[in-house]
């Protein structure tokens, strides 16, 4: 599923082009803080990186990497040429920190990306249940 595309560099063969997919929050169980898996595709030949992460239901997003069973807030993400960068359950994730209102099933929750070249991607989170299993789609 489609979910947002990103501008292209100079030429589209030259620059990064960027889309997301399979966005979701799983249902937060708390009222104060969310997680949030997406992956980042990059069609084109220039790598990009993940600078930062916004969202108008939190007061901070922020990205975390995890690494030998270590969870650390990372500062900037690749994206590389013709490659993806990938949130998921258990490995690199978006937190959500200091919800402003607790996000339900079937909601979205609109996050905005900040690429160092490619500029502002906006994408629409849909919510799903806090057991989802992207692998199943249940």
Do not use: W
Request: charged share 15%.
């Amino acid at each position: 599923m489609l979910t947002g595309c990103g501008a292209s560099g100079s030429g589209a063969h030259s620059g990064a082009s960027l889309a997301v997919v399979s966005s979701y929050m799983p249902q937060p169980v708390s009222a104060t803080m969310a997680a949030g898996f997406l992956t980042v595709v990059n069609k084109g030949g220039a790598q990009d990186e993940l600078t930062s992460v916004s969202s108008d239901a939190a007061d901070a997003v922020t990205m975390h990497e995890t690494a030998d069973g270590a969870m650390r807030e990372a500062g900037r993400l690749a994206v590389p040429a013709h490659g993806r960068l990938v949130f998921r359950s258990g490995g690199d994730h978006l937190m959500f920190d200091r919800l402003k209102h607790r996000p339900e099933q079937g909601q979205t929750v609109t996050v905005d990306l900040h690429f160092a070249r490619s500029g502002d991607l906006r994408i629409e989170m849909p919510v799903k249940s806090a057991t989802y299993n992207p692998a199943t789609g249940h």
